[in-house]
């Protein structure tokens, strides 16, 4: 079974924002600077909510929401 290209994406972005959120906790424990992927975890929660409005308004996607966490 072959899988939309968008839910794909989504999960892939999901993935990546559980990733960085890892490190951001890690570089915090250590007590280094966390802006840069601060950054990039906001800009990877950006194109998420885009692109779930964008999925969402085309069709119906069956995953469940972990955008904030």
């Known amino acids: 079974m072959e899988e939309d290209p968008d839910t794909y ?3 892939r972005l999901r993935a ?3 990733e960085l ?5 890690q570089l915090q424990r ?3 600077d966390d802006a840069t992927a601060q950054l990039l975890i906001a800009r ?7 692109l779930v409005k964008t999925s969402s308004a085309s ?5 469940p929401d972990i955008r904030r966490s």
Do not use: T
């Not at 959120?21 to 906790?25: E, F, K, L, V, W």
């Not at 990877?44 to 885009?50: I, S, V």
């Open 44 to 50: 990877k929660r950006a194109q998420l909510d885009h």
């Open 9 to 11: 994406r989504i999960l």
């Open 16 to 18: 990546e924002i559980l």
């Open 59 to 63: 069709h119906s996607l069956n995953i």
């Open 30 to 32: 250590e007590g280094l």
């Open 21 to 25: 959120g890892s490190a951001i906790r």
